[in-house]
């Protein structure tokens, strides 16, 4: 989530980082969908409506689109305006997408040659470069607008109902209503209550939803949710976005895959090893390890593969800047390190070389399993 106040400082960098996760995750030979957590996610879900420093109380900082993240009274108190100035910026945000996507930022060629991670990851570049090369020579202009866009997609959690509600539209020619605050509205581990407003609301809307899973869902109840939100069993309506931690994720998550297999739903399972992650570092600030992230990723591979399952996705929450939110990485960030550049407003990042450590990671797991397969279908071909 980014604040109201250093959004055009921050997003192109963010477009940065997309742009090289779509790049490398080309070498999985699958087409890949980019799906921002940005353009309309300014306000955030607390467990408490109040804080206390000090003996003071006050209201707490529900995101910018509300109030103010500054201790006193009058910042935080809700300023109707700042939905208003949400909804600019996150039109701006979409036109600077635009400009990104389509305006020569995506193009690949430009992205092997000036990438500052080509030496580490010297072969998996030379693939893709070959990859390039290959569809040049078949007669594919350089300038084609597969080689030079991207298509990005925004998303965001279905948390302010009287937002979200305001900008709902019904589409003239089918009949159905859409949510025109983001292409993907996803439901909170807060407001999922079977019987609550927001479920409601999303029931109503024909954009794709999301549901975050957390090892508190029970299978039974995770089963009737989708059905209530997808009542059709429409694919590509309902992604289930699983948040627990590496520990949580072999033990809850077989039980889940098992449950909505039996139900007979199509879903899209996808990773957010970000949420289930966060620890407050010995100076108070909140943190998130890296090689916790990878661990609950590896376990959501490990149990997909177990279950014969299809792991459709991550979910991370990053930045291009070099900040230091997240401990770990290749290039190692310390307790120690955070306040040093620590700038979120909200929940810790991933830095540009986390990011693309953790998409490489993937890129390799999902290759060699893509190498097996392959190799058994060749096997069984030559007996």
């Not at 106040?5 to 890949?32: A, E």
């Not at 090892?215 to 209530?228: G, Q, R, W």
């Not at 943190?287 to 997909?304: C, G, K, N, P, W």
């Not at 014969?308 to 990053?318: A, Q, R």
Request: aromatic share 8%.
């Amino acid at each position: 989530m980014f604040s109201l106040h250093d959004w055009q400082k921050n997003h192109p960098h963010s477009i940065f980082v997309y742009k090289h996760l779509s790049c490398y995750t080309k070498d999985l030979w699958h087409y890949v969908f980019q799906v921002g957590r940005m353009a309309g996610q300014f306000a955030k879900p607390r467990s408490n409506p109040i804080e206390t420093r000090d003996g003071v109380t006050l209201p707490s900082y529900q995101g910018d689109i509300i109030n103010h993240d500054d201790f006193d009274e009058k910042s935080r108190a809700p300023n109707p305006q700042r939905l208003i100035r949400a909804y600019s910026q996150s039109a701006s945000t979409l036109n600077l997408l635009r400009a990104f996507a389509h305006g020569g930022y995506a193009d690949l060629q430009y992205f092997l040659r000036h990438s500052t991670q080509g030496d580490r990851y010297v072969e998996l570049a030379q693939r893709v470069h070959d990859a390039i090369g290959f569809l040049l020579a078949a007669g594919l202009p350089p300038q084609h607008p597969m080689m030079t866009t991207a298509e990005f997609w925004t998303s965001h959690e279905c948390l302010h109902l009287p937002y979200d509600q305001a900008l709902t539209r019904e589409d003239s020619t089918s009949g159905l209503y859409y949510d025109c605050s983001a292409h993907m509205l996803w439901v909170g581990e807060r407001t999922r209550q079977l019987d609550g407003a927001h479920v409601e609301f999303l029931r109503g809307i024909s954009n794709p939803v999301g549901i975050k899973v957390s090892d508190k869902l029970d299978s039974s109840e995770l089963v009737k949710l989708c059905e209530i939100l997808n009542p059709h069993n429409k694919p590509g309506r309902l992604t289930l976005i699983t948040r627990m931690g590496a520990e949580n994720m072999r033990a809850k998550l077989p039980h889940m895959i098992r449950a909505v297999r039996q139900a007979g739903l199509i879903v899209t399972w996808v990773c957010d090893p970000m949420h289930g992650n966060t620890i407050s570092a010995p100076c108070g600030l909140k943190t998130r390890s890296f090689d916790a992230i990878r661990a609950e990723l590896r376990a959501f591979f490990d149990v997909h593969e177990q279950e014969g399952s299809y792991p459709g996705g991550v979910h991370l929450e990053m930045t291009g800047q070099n900040v230091t939110e997240c401990i770990g990485g290749s290039n190692t960030v310390t307790f120690d390190d955070l306040s040093s550049r620590y700038r979120t407003h909200c929940d810790p990042r991933l830095n540009a070389s986390q990011s693309l450590e953790l998409a490489f990671a993937i890129a390799e797991r999902l290759r060699k399993k893509r190498d097996r397969t392959w190799t058994s279908l060749i096997s069984k071909v030559e007996a």
